[in-house]
């Protein structure tokens, strides 16, 4: 039967509209009040073709099938509680004409059938794998976690990665963070609140309690799509703030999550289609992932409807309108009228149409102009200095270690960065650092005492703040020397490394103050270049208005300055770690060139340490009237050779002070038993990014995670590097980091009363001149 035997309807002048369309609602009551389908079943109504048929829970719940109300059309869809199986049913027995089918629905419960529907129909998805047990806990041959990343089935995700539930209904997806990022993870759960996920910096295991779908992070820039069908020629797409950037949900005024319009491109409007047709859902809503100027859909709800958007409503009632009427009544017409009905009676707006808002600004030639895109170069904040440590080693521990990464070629050099290699170099320092210092050096022992004491620095560098971070902390081991050696199996013969170099580099970390620099600087940013904006900036790029892009180089201060830049940018809260991970593009090419300028560096510090053993810069070796800085040594005082003794004198008193503190902290350490056990390397305790720099103050220890004899190490090089009193000879090269200890402790290690880096000294006054005189010819190259 086309239509219902409903009786006739009259309009106001006696007129015949004719037979309606019997619409059932065979949904939860819950969702049949909400507003948008209240909105929208208003418009269909307000047509005069239709009658809508309200189910109710008592009916869908309770009552047989053959009792339910008759409808021409039904909207039936699946939520908590519903009965899917009876309502099929039913469909079969009745057999009206369904918007949404009912069988595949069944598909939307599993995240597993979802992504294989997907790629069935040739719909871009992410990369993935799935991970299936039998019951929680159950060990797998075929997956294997590793500090940083997971296998499955031979395939690699490093982290960032995603682990999502195959259960469909199961909201608690996790992003796991790399060590180099800082670590952790983040929960992403259905709103609760103004909360959409958080963030535990303590967890970075796997869950292994049943099956999940392991797959690659996109790079969306914070931003998620949500894609509404009605039909497959009908789609409205909006953009959220992304609940993996801060977990904060933005609301209006009205307590509505904030969203935004966003156009479709073609290829995404087609997926749309795709969508709908594959899972035969004409009410779809799924979610968009833009990366890398591609599209992926992430996951399919079924039936969903657009908040708090009229047009949208008026759009739906007309598209299901036409879908309805030509499935039961053809030959009605289905042109939309001039006039909606619902809107008869409102006064119209001779103004109302497409407008385009711009911040058009008149220029000096009197033409409309528009900017059209804000460029901004920062620089890192404040960090500890950076330092390195260089030593040759024989130990068969080491050389083995080199061996076990670098895949066993013996004239391979070796990088360790992650937690786990640093670890094993951890652990085979500590069974070589000697247990206490001889008291006195004689000079057959000097170098067997010098290379004690590298270890000894290792060591400590290793186990500063009690985890690993690889954007922090690296060690090359380079072979130096090999000799050859039987094989194992004794046929022939094969190389072995007896000696090699490893250099530590460590130091260079932001610090408090430098994101809190940084963070400062992006509120800063956003309210004095966007007045007046409001919360558009923080729109991301989900509008044309704002298509925001944070790039930075792969050092790890550039990259937290960058994640609190844009905390306070964008006004974002919580960690950095997934600030980072989410809005910040890693580009390790923004420093390429800088080392093809090696040679002419080296020209220019030789020069200079010409200039400065001279007495000073010659104002007719070069450059012109015209342009003074441009002359060699400018800025550099014309006794500058003066200073230096001074600046060496300065540097030993202070380091005599630090070394008399590491002493007693040695001595301390020293107490220790022989046979104590060390605990192993804690990742989870590792990451919990506690701040204890108050605590370690008030105690009298050094500001972050140096301890003392990291910080007579630290001094001691530099007293050493900057004077050879062998050569008699000055290393002007060392006067930056110089400038970087100084400033380093005056700011965060005050608290120690370092005679010499005492505001009212002498010496720090003499250091101040030569600094501010020498920076400009010697520090400003540096990062």
């Known amino acids: 039967m086309a239509v219902s035997s409903s009786p006739k309807s009259q309009n106001g002048d006696g007129g015949e509209l004719g037979w309606k369309i019997k619409l059932g609602v065979c949904v939860m009551e819950k969702k049949a009040s909400s507003a948008p389908m209240k909105q929208i079943l208003e418009r269909l109504e307000a047509f005069g073709e239709f009658e809508i048929v309200l189910f109710g829970d008592k009916v869908i719940l309770e009552d047989p099938i053959e009792s339910w109300p008759l409808c021409d059309c039904l909207i039936a869809f699946y939520s908590t509680g519903y009965p899917l199986e009876k309502v ?156 993996v950037v801060d977990g904060v949900v933005m609301r209006n005024p009205d307590g509505k999550e904030v969203r935004y319009p966003v156009l479709l491109t073609p290829a995404e409007k087609q997926m749309s289609r795709e969508v709908c047709i594959a899972f035969r859902q004409g009410v779809c809503g799924f979610d968009l992932l833009r990366c890398g100027g591609r599209s992926y859909v992430c996951d399919v709800n079924g039936w969903s ?3 708090n958007s009229h047009k949208y409503y008026d759009d739906a009632a007309c598209v299901l309108r036409k879908m309805f009427l030509d499935a039961k009544a053809p030959h009605l017409s289905s042109t939309i009228p001039p006039t909606l009905p619902w809107k008869v009676h409102e006064p119209v707006n001779a103004s109302e149409g497409l407008t385009r808002q711009g911040s058009g600004i008149i220029g000096t030639f009197g033409q409309s102009e528009e900017l059209r895109c804000v460029i901004a170069v920062l620089r890192h904040g404040d960090r500890t200095p950076k330092q390195k440590v260089k030593l040759k080693v024989t130990e068969e521990k080491l050389l083995n270690l080199m061996l076990k990464y670098n895949g066993g070629r013996p004239r391979a050099e070796t990088k360790l960065k992650s937690a786990v290699q640093l670890q094993d170099l951890l652990d085979a320092t500590r069974a070589l650092v000697p247990r206490s210092r001889p008291d006195r050096e004689s000079d057959s022992e000097a170098e067997d005492i010098e290379h004690a004491e590298k270890l000894r620095q290792v060591k400590a560098v290793l186990e500063e703040g009690g985890h690993f971070s690889g954007i922090y902390r690296k060690v090359q081991l380079k072979p130096l020397k090999w000799v050859k050696v039987p094989k194992n199996n004794g046929e022939g013969e094969e190389e072995r490394p007896v000696e090699a170099l490893m250099v530590l580099k460590y130091g260079g970390v932001l610090t408090h103050a430098g994101r809190k620099q940084a963070e400062e600087l992006g509120r800063y940013f956003r309210n004095n270049m966007y007045p007046g904006e409001g919360t558009g900036l923080l729109r991301l790029h989900s509008t044309y208005r704002h298509d925001l892009k944070i790039y930075s180089s792969d050092e790890g201060r550039v990259q937290m300055s960058a994640a609190a830049f844009a905390k306070g940018l964008l006004d974002l809260e919580g960690q950095l770690t997934p600030i980072l991970v989410s809005l910040v593009s890693k580009d390790s090419s923004m420093l390429d060139g800088l080392d093809n300028a090696s040679v002419e560096m080296e020209q220019a510090k030789a020069r200079l340490n010409e200039i400065i053993k001279s007495g000073g810069p010659n104002s007719h070796s070069n450059g012109s009237p015209e342009f003074p800085w441009m002359v060699d040594g400018a800025g550099l005082p014309p006794n500058a050779s003066e200073y230096l003794p001074k ?72 007293a050493r590097d900057l004077y050879n009193e062998r050569k008699v000879r000055y290393d002007i090269t060392q006067i930056p980091d110089v400038y970087d200890s100084c400033k380093y402790d005056l700011l965060h290690n005050a608290h120690l009363n370092l005679e010499g880096l005492d505001n009212s000294s002498m010496l720090l006054s003499c250091l101040q001149m030569v600094l501010s005189l020498m920076s400009m010819a010697l520090i400003p190259s540096r990062n």
């Open 647 to 718: 600046l060496v004198e300065l540097t030993r008193k202070v380091t005599e002070q630090v070394r008399l503190l590491a002493k007693d902290e040695d001595e301390k350490l020293a107490e220790t038993s022989p046979y104590d056990v060390f605990p192993p390397y804690d990742q989870a305790k590792a990451l919990g990014k506690t701040n204890i720099d108050i605590d370690r103050i008030a105690a009298g220890l050094p500001c972050g995670n140096e301890g003392f004899l990291l910080m007579y190490a630290r001094w001691r090089k530099l």
């Open 305 to 307: 409807f657009v908040k």
């Open 88 to 243: 099929e049913a039913y469909a079969a027995l009745r057999k009206p004409f369904l918007i949404n089918e009912l069988e595949p629905q069944h598909l939307l419960h599993d995240r597993r059938k979802v992504y294989e529907h997907l790629e069935m129909y040739g719909i871009p998805v992410p990369r993935y794998a799935l991970v299936n047990r039998e019951y929680p806990c159950q060990e797998l041959d075929y997956f294997f976690e590793d500090d940083d990343f997971v296998e499955v089935h031979g395939e690699r995700f490093s982290k960032p990665f995603v682990e999502k539930p195959v259960d469909g209904d199961n909201h608690s997806i996790m992003i796991y963070y790399p060590s180099s990022a800082g670590g952790g993870m983040k929960e992403l759960f259905r709103k609760v609140g103004n909360r959409s996920s958080e963030f535990h910096p303590d967890v970075r295991n796997v869950r292994r309690d049943s099956s999940y779908i392991y797959e690659e992070f996109m790079h969306t820039g914070g931003t998620d799509v949500k894609v509404y069908t009605v039909g497959p020629n009908y789609a409205h797409a909006e953009a959220r703030k992304s609940p």
